[in-house]
Structure formats: structure tokens, C-alpha cells
């Protein structure tokens, strides 16, 4: 003989089944607002606060090598508009020596990585691998020269006002200011402080010795 189910029981159960469907939007919500909050703040941190580049080539030799991985601060020399040249803070002002990420001038969807050389206003002038700012012979601790180049010799040029002249580490082995002329202050993405990651593609092995050192 079959049981009737009495109406409080099924009552129980509608109560029960619509319990856990609430549960599991609750638990869904969670989730979802969880992975919003960090996609959005992954955006912010990326585009205010610092950016992970990846080095491809060797013109910051020996500062920076091939397969390094390195942070740069977005914030230090100001705040801009998201998608956009336009800096609504200014929070600061590049200075000779930083190595700084910009936009490439020739092909502004490229990012570029290279030393501050000339501010705006500078004189610039290289004698046989002798940086000269300004007609004054000046200290050049970072300059590489790896193989006889034509570019040992330079100039001068004066930097134009709102633009910065840069060069690479690996001054016989790196396309920069002198082939290609001046950087906009608006094109700055930010300055390079920290190597994070170092992966050594020939010999397929970390280099273990450069991880958290400071980029200077």
C-alpha cells in the first residue's frame, strides 16, 4: 500500500530545496564579487601603482640582461588618465640615470626601456665613448661597449624642452636616442626598480644571483 506524504512534509521540502538554491547563489555571488574585486584591482595596481615588463634584448647590458623580468613604478613620476598620455598629478620629475619604460616614438604600440641620459634643455655630445653634458666632461658608470661601433662618437644635440635624450647600457648594441631622437615626457611609463625574475634561455636555468636586486 502506498504512503501518502502529508502536505507539512512536502512544505519541509520545498523549504528545505529552496534553502540550498539560495545558498548556492550566495556562494556564486561571493565567488563572482570575489573575482571582480581582484580583476579590478589587478587594473588598478597595474595601471597606477607598478607593471611587470619582460627584457627581450641585450641593449641594457649589463644592467639588464636577455630574460630578466623587472617592475616598474607607474606612479613615481605622476598619475595619468587610464588610456592616455595625460598625466592629471605630477608627482615627481625624471632625473640623469634613472632607467625608465616609455613608449617607442616610432611605433607608440612598443615599450621601450633604455637610461636617462639628457634632460630638457641639455647639451649632448659623445667623443670617443666621453659623454659630454653641457660641454662638461661627465661620469658614465653604466656605459658598455661590447664591439666596435659608429656610434661612439655623437652630436651635440640640444634636448628640446618637454623631452628626454636616452641611451642603452650597451651603447654599441642599442637603437636609442641617437638613431632615433627624443623621448616625450608624455610617452614615460614609469621607472624600473626591481628585477623580480631572471630566466637564462642559453643555458635554461634561473639566475638565482640577480633575483630582488635593485635596478640602478
Keep these: 500500500m502506498s504512503q501518502t506524504v502529508s502536505h507539512g512534509d512536502d512544505a519541509r521540502k520545498e523549504d528545505v530545496l529552496t534553502e540550498a538554491k539560495t545558498k548556492r547563489k550566495s556562494v556564486f555571488r561571493e565567488y563572482a ?44 613620476y605622476g598619475i595619468k588618465i587610464p588610456l592616455t598620455d595625460k598625466t592629471i598629478i605630477k608627482l615627481g620629475t625624471p632625473k640623469r640615470g634613472d632607467v625608465v619604460v616609455f613608449k617607442y616614438p616610432l611605433d607608440t604600440k612598443k615599450d621601450y626601456i633604455k637610461r636617462v641620459i639628457g634632460l630638457p634643455g641639455d647639451r649632448i655630445e659623445l667623443v670617443n665613448k666621453q659623454l ?5 666632461v661627465t661620469d658614465d658608470p ?72 635593485l635596478v640602478r
Design 33 to 76: 564579487e570575489a573575482i571582480v574585486i581582484a580583476v579590478v584591482l589587478a587594473l588598478f595596481i597595474r595601471t597606477f601603482v607598478v607593471q611587470a615588463f619582460k627584457i627581450p634584448s641585450g641593449s641594457m647590458k649589463p644592467t639588464l640582461l636577455v630574460g630578466d623580468h623587472i617592475l616598474v613604478s607607474k606612479f613615481i
Design 132 to 136: 659630454l653634458i653641457n660641454g662638461r
Design 142 to 213: 653604466h656605459a658598455s661597449y661590447s664591439v666596435y661601433g659608429n656610434l661612439r662618437n655623437f652630436g651635440p644635440v640640444t634636448v628640446p624642452a618637454n623631452h628626454l635624450f636616452v641611451m642603452g647600457d650597451n651603447r654599441d648594441e642599442s637603437s636609442d636616442s641617437r638613431v632615433w631622437g627624443f623621448v616625450p615626457l608624455s610617452y614615460l611609463k614609469g621607472k624600473a626598480f626591481l628585477i623580480y625574475w631572471s630566466w637564462d634561455r642559453t643555458d635554461f636555468g634561473v639566475r638565482w644571483s640577480r633575483l630582488a636586486d
